[in-house]
């Protein structure tokens, strides 16, 4: 009889996780729990069952909205968008690498308009597992180090635990860092495991965590977490990020830095 009951109450649980997901823009098992009284399996069983209607996608601790989840475009695409935001971004991000400096680029679009930027800067050391920023700086400039393993060749990145046999055993000044999506609530994002693995154990080499994102990763989920957002230091964005918006990161003791963006 129990069995039935928890069955008729399935529709009206289902009902207030969709309204509590238009209103949140994502929901979180542990939370569902405590709102609806009922346990972890019995709010994944209610996630796989709207899953599998299409009315959200499930990620990493709960749900957003089916239309939220981020797919990662090819390396090349994502290089072509926003790119006066990633520039103006990438030179912000220049300006705080001091003198003698050891640095780690992460890989993404963004990244690579910083190293473009580093190529004279022989009086510092990069450490990398980006293909296409190691590409770039090999011809001269900064002390190059290469992060070795899987390379992804989506992100031409290279990920997963042989190239965290190296990153771990480093300690770098500053870690620039990209990600598919960001929010305050859910931190850092990006579509593949290996490479959000790879994300964390960089960042825990470096005494300053600094994102570099366009304002249009805002706000945004993807399927696998990266980090939470106490793990960064400093976020630097353009002004399509608004000051509301800002002060969510800044209240968690985040330095928020929007660039403005030359109309050319």
């Given amino acids: 009889m129990a069995q039935v009951k928890h069955k008729e109450l399935a529709p009206q649980r289902q009902g207030q996780i969709l309204e509590n997901l238009r209103r949140e823009n994502v929901v979180r098992v542990d939370e569902l729990c405590e709102t609806l009284g009922v346990s972890p399996a019995t709010v994944r069983r209610d996630l796989e069952e709207l899953e599998a209607r299409g009315d959200l996608k499930r990620v990493h601790g709960g749900a957003v909205p089916a239309d939220k989840l981020l797919d990662e475009l090819q390396f090349d695409e994502k290089t072509m968008e926003s790119e006066k935001e990633k520039l103006a971004i990438a030179e ?3 300006n705080l ?3 003698g400096e050891t640095i780690f680029l992460d890989g993404g679009s963004t990244l690579l ?3 473009r930027l580093l190529k004279n800067r022989e009086d510092i050391t990069v450490v990398t597992n980006s293909l296409r920023a190691a590409m770039e700086l090999s011809s001269g400039g900064p002390r190059l180090i290469i992060a070795g393993g899987e390379l992804r060749r989506h992100s031409q990145t290279i990920i997963g635990s042989l190239s965290s046999l190296l990153l771990s055993e480093l ?3 500053k870690a620039f860092m990209g990600t598919i999506g960001i929010s305050a609530r859910e931190g850092l994002t990006t579509t593949e495991p290996g490479e959000a693995f790879t994300k964390k154990v960089a960042t825990r080499a470096a005494r300053e965590v600094i994102l570099l994102a366009d304002s249009k990763k805002f706000g945004k ?4 977490s990266a980090g939470g957002v106490q793990t960064l230091q400093r976020i630097i964005t353009d002004e399509g990020l608004s ?3 800002a002060a969510e990161f800044e209240h968690e003791g985040i330095r928020v830095d929007r ?3 030359e109309n050319n």
């Avoid at 989920?221 to 696998?224: H, I, L, Q, T």
């Fill in 92 to 94: 912000a991000a220049y």
């Fill in 113 to 115: 308009a910083l190293a």
């Fill in 259 to 261: 660039v403005s963006v």
């Fill in 243 to 245: 000051v509301k918006a």
């Fill in 221 to 224: 989920v993807s399927f696998s």
């Fill in 171 to 173: 300690h770098v000044d």
């Fill in 97 to 99: 690498i001091g003198e």
